[in-house]
């Protein structure tokens, strides 16, 4: 963890960490906690656990500001589509994060750095440990900052993978896709699923992520491409 790579880091979040051992465990995978005594507090998953409720919170109000006149539903797709893993590491690219990461020599090697999950857990802990050392309002500043341009780069509600592949297959008179895990792999704090969708009269198509969810997405995502050919 370089001293320059934290300080960018920190000019991004808009913040110098009075208590900078929050930040140090923000940025510190399970992998590396591993034979410390201390290992519950160092790693973070607990500032992960404060972050996800802190970032959930302040988007839920920017939407609900910004769209007055949708409906619930409406802004429940908007906040699943923002606050997906996929959008958390993109975040954390951007305020690079990356390169800020403290992890064992094993997930270090197989790539954990650009590990889609990692980054959107380690971002999330970020978020908390902002929180925990300046307050609520300095972290839904950083929160509004750098969410705001893909809140307004989307104007209708989105409409996931799965939703519309359903739709898809309801407009024309078949059953609803099933979605089967095939497949799973890594270690148990950074599983990787593969889920195959079947339609009828399609062939099945599979998709990867760390979780039953995010694998369901991208199977069905590969299925609509296939589809919509």
């Not at 969410?147 to 609803?176: N, Y």
């Not at 895990?181 to 009828?200: I, K, L, M, R, S």
Request: hydrophobic share 45%; net charge negative; aromatic share 6%.
């Amino acid at each position: 963890m370089g001293e320059g790579a934290i300080h960018h880091l920190c000019r991004q979040l808009g913040h110098d960490f009075t208590q900078p051992e929050l930040l140090v465990q923000a940025l510190t995978h399970p992998s590396a906690a591993q034979g410390r005594k201390d290992k519950s507090g160092m790693a973070y998953e607990r500032l992960e656990f404060l972050g996800d409720r802190v970032l959930g919170l302040v988007v839920a109000d920017m939407l609900f500001q910004r769209f007055p006149n949708e409906a619930e539903g409406d802004l429940a797709k908007r906040h699943a589509a923002l606050v997906r893993r996929e959008k958390l590491a993109e975040i954390a690219h951007l305020i690079g994060l990356p390169a800020c990461l403290t992890l064992a020599k094993g997930e270090n090697e197989a790539g954990g750095r650009a590990n889609p999950g990692i980054l959107a857990d380690a971002c999330e802990a970020v978020i908390g440990a902002l929180y925990a050392d300046a307050g609520f309002e300095s972290a839904a500043l950083f929160v509004r900052r750098l969410w705001t341009p893909m809140m307004d780069a989307v104007r209708k509600p989105p409409k996931d993978a799965k939703t519309a592949l359903q739709e898809w297959a309801q407009g024309r008179g078949k059953p609803l896709p099933n979605y089967t895990v095939v497949g799973q792999d890594g270690p148990p704090h950074d599983p990787v699923f593969v889920v195959a969708v079947n339609v009828e009269g399609v062939e099945a198509e599979t998709g990867m992520g760390n979780s039953k969810r995010v694998a369901e997405q991208a199977a069905a995502t590969a299925m609509l491409e296939k589809v919509n050919q």
